[in-house]
């Protein structure tokens, strides 16, 4: 019993054995862009260059075990678009934003200007 809790446990720590392409890119820290370019580009080369991909139907999957040997070492996993929610993958700095003019606070020395033309 305890074998397969482990097991579960450690199947969330553990990369699936075909990645999506954008999974893929994540990894090789290369845009969706790119990576579907490199795809389609292996597929051309019969996989002389590229991203080692596998068609399934319509869809591309990148084969871990290909992105472990060119990488040497397996991958970490979760990636950052895959950490559960209460772990945020990047701590978010406090961005100030400014008022608009339309919603700025206008102090009593802007109502004692006279303007040209009134509101």
């Given at each position: 019993?305890s ?9 969330g720590?553990?990369a699936?054995d075909?990645l999506?392409?954008e999974?893929?890119?994540?990894v090789?820290r290369l ?6 370019k490199?795809a ?5 080369s ?16 990148v084969?871990?075990c ?9 991958i970490t996993?979760?990636l950052r678009s895959?950490?559960p ?9 406090a961005?100030p934003?400014?008022q608009?003019r339309?919603?700025r606070?206008?102090?009593?020395r802007?109502e004692q200007?006279?303007?040209l033309f009134?509101?």
């Amino acid at each position: 019993m305890s074998e397969t809790n482990e097991s579960r446990a450690d199947a969330g720590n553990t990369a699936p054995d075909f990645l999506t392409v954008e999974e893929a890119a994540e990894v090789l820290r290369l845009g969706r862009t790119a990576a579907y370019k490199e795809a389609r580009k292996y597929e051309a080369s019969h996989g002389a260059t590229g991203i080692p991909v596998e068609r399934f139907g319509k869809q591309f999957r990148v084969p871990r075990c290909k992105i472990e040997e060119r990488l040497g070492g397996p991958i970490t996993w979760p990636l950052r678009s895959h950490q559960p929610a209460d772990e945020p993958a990047v701590a978010s700095a406090a961005i100030p934003t400014t008022q608009s003019r339309a919603t700025r606070r206008r102090s009593p020395r802007d109502e004692q200007t006279p303007r040209l033309f009134p509101l």
